[in-house]
Nanobody, 120 residues
Framework: QVQLVESGGGLVQPGGSLRLSCAAS???????MGWFRQAPRKERDLERE???????????NYASSVKDRFTISRDNAKNTMYLQMNSLKPEDTGVYYC???????????WGQGTLVTVSS
């Protein structure tokens, strides 16, 4: 069973920075990893917003709301993905989840989430 463990969340002031990490318990040659976030809402909205993705070859994709502020990267030797978040805004607040997709074996795995709060 594959597990993803996120870390690095916390409270930061607007304009600040945080770096999230996602460590996978197993490696796969061809895969896509990504970060998603779920913003706090009054009603129960379970939709997770795509933040960024990165392939095992290093190709990246970003949501327009985070482009030029966030950087996704990975260290395949450590089975770990990162999200460097700069110039954070209050609207970046939410629970950040990492996800691993291995299409060749129809595998999708989510991490448990890490809370990021941007507030003064």
């Amino acid at each position: 069973q594959v597990q993803l463990v996120e870390s690095g969340g916390g409270l930061v002031q607007p304009g600040g920075s945080l770096r999230l990490s996602c460590a996978a318990s197993k490696s796969f040659r061809l895969n896509v990893m990504g970060w998603f976030r779920q913003a706090p809402r009054k009603e129960r909205d379970l939709e997770r917003e795509l933040v960024a993705t990165i392939t095992s070859g290093g190709s990246t994709n970003y949501a327009s709301s985070v482009k030029d502020r966030f950087t996704i990267s990975r260290d395949n030797a450590k089975n770990t993905m990162y999200l460097q978040m700069n110039s954070l805004k209050p609207e970046d607040t939410g629970v950040y989840y990492c996800k691993l997709v291995v299409r060749t074996i129809n595998l999708e795995v989510w991490g448990q989430g890490t809370l990021v709060t941007v507030s003064s």
